[in-house]
């Protein structure tokens, strides 16, 4: 499917303090996807939670493979992500947000202007943990990662009244995507060295934490899911969800626990995993 990148926003995400993410992610793109032509703007005010930060992925995000890559410093945007946000919400109602960080860049922008994010064709979102159990170690895993950094503001964007698809890990845990196929498909790339640490470190972490053994050669790719659906919506099942969300924890709650006025579209399941696992293959760049 062709699309068009407006921009990406680099934030805190919990893994990484806010400088980190954006020298990260313009070294990801620019020098190592060779992508010149997306803007990335940086966040100003996630930096709260910078002190906090887990090195899950180590201190640039990838296994310490983009701060190898490249001595290079990348200058301050001209815009912030909020700044570059507002603008192009009230310029464009085409437009599909995918968050699959912490929400505070996002939920700023409501706060800014409120009602703007309603102008969102929709917003896709990585994030809590509906059923099943959370993991973010700062709320004592009662919340997924995302939610637990910042539940106020996945509060607030849950409650704005946009349209949001929202991918918790109860279906974001349950597509394990094969590590020897996907260092296969690698290989036709010139990034393959960087796909192949990158996908060997995920996994190595997911065996650290009790997610996977050592001879279960899978991983969850938590993000993934909300590109996929963007490509292709009819692999996921969405329900119209009633929900609601402990600001002080980002523990998502039911319609049994909050009046029913959040409605949310969530995607419990995939339809069709090999299809999900195909798309993801197909993301690969050469």
Do not use: W
């Not at 803007?39 to 996630?46: D, E, K, L, Q």
């Not at 310490?64 to 464009?92: A, C, M, V, W, Y």
């Not at 640490?197 to 938590?222: K, P, W």
């Amino acid at each position: 499917q062709s699309t068009e990148s407006s921009g990406i926003n680099a934030e805190y995400g919990g893994n990484i303090p806010t400088e980190n993410a954006y020298q990260s992610t313009n070294i990801l793109i620019r020098e190592v996807l060779k992508v010149t032509d997306v803007p990335i703007f940086r966040s100003t005010c996630s930096e709260f939670n910078d002190s906090h930060p887990s090195f899950f992925y180590g201190r640039d995000g990838h296994f310490g493979n983009l701060i190898s890559h490249t001595s290079k410093s990348f200058p301050r945007s001209d815009l912030s992500s909020e700044q570059f946000l507002l603008e192009k919400l009230n310029s464009n109602s085409n437009i599909t947000l995918v968050a699959i960080g912490p929400l505070t860049n996002i939920y700023r922008v409501e706060q800014l202007q409120p009602g703007v994010l309603r102008k969102c064709k929709q917003i896709l979102i990585m994030g809590g943990a509906i059923y099943e159990p959370g993991n973010c170690p700062k709320t004592n895993m009662v919340s997924e990662y995302n939610f637990g950094m910042d539940g106020k503001a996945a509060e607030g964007v849950l409650g704005s009244g946009a349209n949001v698809v929202l991918f918790p890990l109860d279906v974001t845990t349950t597509i394990r995507f094969d590590i020897p196929t996907l260092l296969n498909r690698s290989l036709d790339t010139k990034q393959k060295d960087f796909y192949h640490s990158c996908i060997e470190g995920t996994h190595t972490q997911m065996v650290f934490y009790g997610e996977a053994t050592a001879e279960e050669r899978v991983l969850n790719i938590h993000d993934v899911h909300c590109f996929v659906y963007y490509a292709r919506p009819d692999l996921y099942s969405v329900e119209d969800t009633y929900l609601g969300v402990d600001p002080s924890t980002g523990q998502v709650t039911d319609a049994k626990e909050q009046e029913k006025k959040n409605i949310v579209k969530v995607a419990f399941t995939a339809t069709d995993h090999s299809e999900v696992q195909k798309t993801v293959l197909g993301m690969f760049k050469c």
